[in-house]
Antibody
Framework: QVTLKESGPAVIKPTQTLTLTCSFSGFSLTTPGMCVGWFRQPPGKALEWLALLDWDEDEYYKTSLKTRLTISKDTSKNQVVLSMTKMDPVDTATYFC???????????????WGQGTMVTVSS | QPALSQPPSASASLGASVTLTCTLSTGHRDYTVDWYQQRPGKGPRFLVRVGSGGMVGSKGEGIPDRFSVVGSGLNRSLTIRNIQEEDEGDYHCGADHGTGTNFTVEFGGGTKLTVL
């Protein structure tokens, strides 16, 4: 059974760095093809992809946010961590992590998602 | 990279059928699209992938036969038959593009489905 769960601070001040953790089970990020991505959804708005990390530790970032994002993994803990610097009130959103798989240079759908964690940026 | 367009809202009566559309931007008719359901307060749930020729691969875990897709031109449509109360929520379509540093995932604005 594949599960993912996000955790992190509910409130963060502007200019601070946000660190979110995705704890997962039911698969291993050492298995070739496995990947975990991060997304966000501001209240009442669309989903937005942020970053993705594959089993080989290749990192993929949304171009417009690349300078602020870092994605990494702790294989022993089955966790993927996303850091976002210089937080601003416009970054207020629910943040999700999800799993996908890479086959023959093609990504599958994000087939399992976490429940999300709401982050509010406010002084 | 493709842009995806969805109508903001749709409604259907209990037991009826509804078709939700996701339209790709011009020049991207070969792209596959993933449909996701998001119930209130929950994370998205993968439903099905659809290309220009129809469904691609398998549906998401536990997705019933009531959910079907069609791909035609720039449109990637999701039809839900015999609508149930549990089908109410937001429906998102998404597509990935590129490789390496050019990789991105784009989503439509989502359609809010109300079950009457």
């Amino acid at each position: 059974q594949v599960t993912l769960k996000e955790s992190g601070p509910a409130v963060i001040k502007p200019t601070q760095t946000l660190t979110l953790t995705c704890s997962f089970s039911g698969f291993s990020l050492t298995t070739p093809g496995m990947c975990v991505g991060w997304f966000r959804q501001p209240p009442g708005k669309a989903l937005e992809w942020l970053a993705l990390l594959d089993w080989d530790e290749d990192e993929y970032y949304k171009t417009s946010l690349k300078t602020r994002l870092t994605i990494s993994k702790d294989t022993s803990k089955n966790q993927v961590v996303l850091s976002m610097t210089k937080m601003d009130p416009v970054d207020t959103a629910t943040y999700f992590c999800a799993r996908t798989q890479l086959w023959n240079d093609y990504f599958g759908a994000f087939d399992f998602w976490g429940q999300g964690t709401m982050v509010t940026v406010s002084s | 990279q493709p842009a995806l367009s969805q109508p903001p809202s749709a409604s259907a009566s209990l037991g009826a059928s509804v078709t939700l559309t996701c339209t790709l931007s011009t020049g991207h008719r070969d792209y596959t699209v993933d449909w996701y359901q998001q119930r209130p307060g929950k994370g998205p749930r993968f439903l099905v992938r659809v290309g220009s020729g129809g469904m691609v691969g398998s549906k998401g875990e536990g997705i019933p036969d009531r959910f079907s897709v069609v791909g035609s031109g720039l449109n990637r449509s999701l039809t839900i038959r015999n609508i149930q109360e549990e089908d109410e929520g937001d429906y998102h379509c998404g597509a990935d593009h590129g490789t390496g540093t050019n990789f991105t995932v784009e989503f439509g604005g989502g359609t809010k489905l109300t079950v009457l």
